[in-house]
């Protein structure tokens, strides 16, 4: 079940999870994904078979431009760190940087949203609050899930970003994070949201982990499904959202060799939801990525990598360069 900050209860679960049947799924070389995906072979080093699949240009609109000699940018973050000062309430302003202004994505906002707060657990009263999603009301977040041993998705989740923004503000895009781990709880869900609407993100990417069972592996792309109600209303940004999950999912195969969710996606490693306010309310295009299954031993361990977690910084920031045209 995707632990992601609004579906941590059995129930969503049970509804969530594919049979059994679908671990042979993962059998499968990156190649095979079907469905949204469109893969071609071409040759490059660091996949699994040394032909990594790429996702195919979409039709859905022109890639902008890029300057002449613009490349890939790869930057390599040793440690997470979180800027001084106090933590912030509820209400504290999201971190922002500007990147130099210079390079394919200059003049593009780009927000990244780190699932859970480190400080959540501290204030589950405050988390438990319902906020109104559109369609109804959730949980203003959860804590979020660990690995056996302890190590809990809100680290994964900021080092990954992390890693995101120093790849992407080197190519000149603006980031903006939802969350440093510099408040004392949340944002909650529908704030997350405002963060992308009020900067005009160009792309918002939720960057999570999952809490699945053992040998349920790999990665899924979370897109929002059309929804009209309340506050919500997605007709505008689904097409443009499924544009750049298809991209990140093809990047991130191609970068870290990972396969696609085995019990998610019917093997597509695309998921599309309803029930996720952090998408149902969102105006601009934006994604949830669960980048592995905590609770399996074998991603557990990819997971608590720090070359991994460089590896799927890399995967997610080439996603979205290639959406935006980097």
């Keep these: 079940m995707p632990y992601d900050s609004e ?21 499968l070389a990156p190649t095979a994904l079907a469905g949204w995906l469109v893969w071609q072979a071409m040759s490059s080093p660091g996949s699994q078979d040394n032909k990594p699949p790429k996702v195919l240009p979409l039709p859905s609109r022109p890639a902008p431009s890029v300057p002449p000699g613009a490349g890939r940018a790869t930057v390599t973050v040793t440690a997470s760190s979180t800027p001084g000062g106090a933590p912030g309430s509820p209400s504290a302003p999201a971190a922002s940087r500007d990147g130099s202004g210079a390079g394919p994505l200059a003049g593009k906002t780009v927000v990244i949203d780190p699932g859970h707060n480190p400080n959540n657990f501290r ?7 319902p906020v109104d999603i559109g369609t109804n009301k959730k949980e203003c977040d959860t804590t979020g899930t660990e690995t056996n041993d302890g190590y809990t998705e809100a680290e994964f989740t900021l080092d990954v970003s992390h890693r995101i923004r120093a790849i992407l503000e080197k190519q000149g895009a603006k980031v903006v994070f939802t969350q440093d781990g510099d408040r004392t709880f949340g944002p909650c869900v529908d704030e997350r949201a405002r963060i992308g609407n009020q900067a005009k993100a160009d792309a918002v990417v939720s960057v999570h982990a999952d809490g699945a069972d053992e040998g349920q592996r790999g990665f899924h792309v979370i897109l929002p499904a059309k929804v009209k109600g309340g506050a919500a209303d997605t007709a505008p940004i689904v097409g443009p959202s499924r544009e ?14 990972m396969n696609a969710s085995n019990y998610v996606g019917d093997g597509t490693a695309l998921d599309t939801r309803s029930d996720l306010g952090g998408l149902n309310l969102s105006k601009v295009p934006k994604v949830f990525i669960e980048c592995g299954n905590m609770r399996d031993s074998r991603d557990s361990a990819l997971l608590k990598s720090a070359d991994w977690h460089q590896k799927a910084a890399q995967g997610i920031a080439d996603g979205i360069m290639a959406f935006l045209g980097g």
């Design 123 to 129: 204030h589950t009263q405050e988390i438990n609050e």
């Design 7 to 27: 579906s941590s209860n059995p129930d969503s679960r049970a509804r969530r999870v594919r049979g059994r049947a679908l671990v042979a799924l993962a059998a």
């Design 244 to 257: 750049l999950g298809v991209r990140i999912a093809g990047k991130f195969v191609q970068d870290t060799g």
